[in-house]
């Protein structure tokens, strides 16, 4: 069954450091998402891509935030000076439909700890 | 604002009892809502999903129901295993793709 993969697993950074997540989205899919859940709390959106450009964002995704799509199977998540909050699970997600019965399929997601 | 809520935080039930899930939304304008189902360290798993023009949508073994009189969802899971323990989160799906999760109920199946 085809999944959605990322890595690292787990990256642990110093505040003020730069980190990329990255994933590989199902393959036939267009449309692409990072989600992201502090412990213990409910999964927030993030951001959502297509056509090489950003859909929509949330207001976490501010300017310390980027993302990008390199190239034809890659979908990265930046960010660019990391805060202690910025500590979750990362999600990236991947649908065939923008429409809104279209199902998102997750990956397993990397946690991020910021020291 | 949006948001989507659950009643309960955690449910613990007995192994081969019904489990009953349930959720709250505030936007009646929703019109998608998708059930979560997350295990330990892992992402979301689609369970089911359910549009605003029905009231009731069955799975294997699953079974979603929406009041939009009350703006209530609610996950029902015949015969729960010990492989059905995780926490269950509904999310509406808004604006093509960006879902709005609830707060995640935990399920415990005690064998």
């Known amino acids: 069954e085809p999944e959605v993969t990322q890595t690292p697993s787990h990256q642990v950074t110093q505040m003020g450091q730069e980190v990329i997540l990255r994933c590989v989205p199902i393959?036939?899919?267009?449309?692409f998402y990072w989600y992201r859940q502090i412990l213990g709390q409910k999964v927030e959106f993030l951001v959502s891509?297509?056509?090489?450009?950003?859909?929509?964002k949330s207001e976490i995704f501010d300017d310390q935030f980027s993302v990008e799509r390199p190239d034809g199977s890659n979908f990265t998540l930046k960010i660019r000076s990391t805060k202690l909050e910025d500590s979750a699970m990362y999600f990236c997600?991947?649908?065939?439909?923008?429409?809104?019965?279209?199902?998102?399929?997750f990956g397993e997601g990397s946690r991020l700890t910021v020291l | 604002g949006e948001s989507v809520g659950l009643h309960l935080p955690t449910l613990s039930v007995q192994e081969g009892d019904n489990s009953i899930i349930n959720c709250a939304y505030s936007?009646?304008?929703?019109?998608?809502f998708i059930w979560y189902k997350q295990e330990s360290g892992k992402g979301p798993q689609f369970i089911i999903d359910?549009?605003?023009?029905?009231d009731k949508r069955q799975g294997q073994r699953v079974t979603v129901l929406l009041n939009k009189t009350v703006k209530h969802l609610s996950l029902q899971i015949a015969a729960t295993q010990p492989g059905d323990s995780a926490v269950y989160f509904c999310?509406?799906?808004?604006?093509?793709?960006?879902?709005?999760f609830g707060q995640g109920t935990e399920l415990s199946v005690k064998p």
């Open positions: 359910i549009r605003s023009n029905m």
């Open positions: 891509f297509y056509n090489n450009e950003i859909s929509e």
């Open positions: 393959s036939n899919h267009l449309y």
């Open positions: 936007n009646s304008a929703s019109d998608y």
């Open positions: 999310a509406e799906n808004n604006q093509g793709g960006k879902l709005i």
């Open positions: 997600a991947s649908s065939d439909s923008a429409g809104e019965f279209g199902e998102l399929f």
